[in-house]
């Protein structure tokens, strides 16, 4: 009797290591992202509510909280993606976090506001000439694909989801 060894199917294993590897370059690289945007609004709460207020969307207490709270949201989200704690939902957060700032950077432009979106910690009024919404939209349009990605396929390596679910 003969045996026949089977060949992986075409992308098999050596195609997954690579999505495997993807996944993890981009769970991390949102992590960093996050985590600077955060860290840059966390050590200047004031600047951060002050950008929030530029956006001319709440009143002062409501930008208040969100300026104080938008910074330890976007380091939580960082601090899961870079463990690997919770991926698909600290994906679908941050899925939805970039959805808003889209459509707040999209509301600034469409009412004819001269701001700087604030995302990484600088923010507020700039001269008409210095705006760059499309860029900025575009950029955290690139952000929402990164972490829809980790919303479809949320074990990669090197992460607390995958060490523990093989545990199980």
């Known amino acids: 009797m003969t045996t026949v060894r089977r060949q992986p199917p075409p992308g098999g294993r050596s195609g997954s290591r690579l999505l495997d590897a993807v996944g993890l370059v981009l769970r991390l690289g949102l992590a960093g992202v996050l985590g600077y945007a955060g860290w840059t609004k966390v050590v200047d709460l004031t600047g951060s509510v002050q950008n929030v207020l ?15 709270l938008l910074p330890v949201l976007e380091l939580a989200l960082a601090v899961l993606l870079l463990l690997g704690l919770l991926t698909r939902g600290a994906a679908a957060a941050t899925a939805v976090l970039m959805v808003v700032f889209v459509a707040g950077i999209a509301s600034a432009w469409a009412r004819g506001l001269s701001i700087d979106c604030g995302c990484f910690g600088t923010g ?38 995958h060490h523990l679910l093989r545990r199980t």
Do not use: I, K
């Open 54 to 68: 530029a956006y001319e969307l709440f009143g002062y207490e409501l930008a208040r909280a969100v300026g104080v």
């Open 124 to 161: 507020g009024r700039v001269a008409p000439e210095e705006t760059r919404y499309l860029a900025e939209m575009l950029r955290d349009v690139g952000f929402l694909a990164m972490a829809g990605w980790l919303v479809l396929r949320p074990r990669t390596p090197l992460s607390l989801d």
